[in-house]
């Protein structure tokens, strides 16, 4: 049974960083595209960035390009999302998915609070 568990969410000031990682069991790690999604209250989920499976191509969206990396270790089946120069804006609940554009398995979620 695949599993995601996310971990690193908690509460910061703006403009300091945070560290999210997601732990992968059950599922060939390496063999999937992976990605971190937000969703802030009352909005939809949005993709955040996204990373093949070799860790060689990644993508942001334009609201986090330049201030988020997302990487990962096959090694140890973990993928990271490093936020820096976080915004009020960021605040939301993060999740992460194996294969996110194919049959996409989601993790519970972590909670990103941004304040002022």
């Known amino acids: 049974q695949v599993q995601l568990v996310e971990s690193g969410g908690g509460l910061v000031q703006a403009g300091g960083s945070l560290r999210l990682s997601c732990a992968a069991s059950?599922?060939?790690?390496?063999?999937?595209?992976m990605g971190w999604f937000r969703q802030a209250p009352g909005k939809e989920r949005e993709l955040c960035a996204t990373i093949n499976w070799s860790g060689g191509i990644t993508s942001y969206a334009d609201s986090v390009k330049g201030r988020f990396t997302i990487s990962r270790d096959n090694a140890k089946n973990t993928v990271y999302l490093q936020m820096n120069s976080l915004k009020l804006e960021d605040t939301a609940v993060y999740f992460c998915?194996?294969?996110?554009?194919?049959?996409?398995?989601w993790g519970q979620g972590t909670q990103v609070t941004v304040s002022s």
């Open positions: 998915a194996s294969d996110p554009f194919g049959v996409t398995i």
């Open positions: 059950g599922r060939t790690f390496s063999s999937y595209a």
